[in-house]
């Protein structure tokens, strides 16, 4: 996992203190580990770790429902995201 998956991952868990972990593919939309007042923080977390612009008129909620979904869109080099 990369650095700053790990970051974002720890920064879900932190504000779930009842969650031990979180896998890969769980919904994290649907479980309200983001919501709507922890989302825009979410936003900006993710633009800081993974460096990349996030333009909130063009995100795509799929991009982020899940870890691996933000690991395929946010820190996976354009090589990577093909294979």
């Known amino acids: 996992m990369a650095d700053g998956l790990q970051t974002v991952k720890s920064w879900i868990l932190e504000r779930h203190p009842e969650r031990d972990d979180i896998a890969s593919d769980l919904d994290l939309i649907e479980n309200r580990l983001i919501d709507s007042l922890s989302f825009v923080e979410f936003v ?5 770790e993974s460096g990349t612009a996030i333009q909130m008129e063009t995100l795509e909620v799929d991009s982020i429902r899940t870890l691996a979904a933000i690991e395929q869109h946010f ?3 354009p090589a990577e995201a093909q294979a």
């Open 44 to 48: 900006f977390l993710l633009e800081q």
């Open 75 to 77: 820190f996976k080099t």
